[in-house]
């Protein structure tokens, strides 16, 4: 496995997706999802961001919400391209689990309380 260096460190979920990828048979640099998985969770997190504050409020304030943390500086600085980290992950993770809560809560149905709960072990492991 080339991502065994002696000198680097690639975490598990990283190892993870480059196995699967190539399981079906897609080959992508390790460095290139190291580069660009903070930017794919950042956009999600703008769409989970509308989602929550849709739920919560209404489709305004969710674009209200979504545009804010698209541009707020904080966020920025966790999730542009290249910055190896878990936070971009980790807000989004925390995002989802806060919205899949809030849906179960409302809906009082066993299938959203049990993505809520997967959301929070996706949350609590990334």
Known sequence: NYWRHYLSWFNG??????????FINITIEIRNVCVFLAPFFSSLTTIITYLLTKELKDAGAGLVAAAMIAI?????????????????????????TYYMWIKSVKTGSILWATMAAVAYFYMVSS
Not at 13 to 22: N, P, T, V, W
Not at 72 to 96: H, K, Q, W
Request: proline share 3%; with cysteine.
């Open 13 to 22: 979920y990283i190892s993870g997706i480059i196995s699967y990828l190539r």
């Open 72 to 96: 707020v500086p904080g966020y920025i600085s966790r999730s542009v391209a290249g910055s190896y980290d878990n936070e971009a992950t980790a807000i989004f993770c925390m995002l989802l």
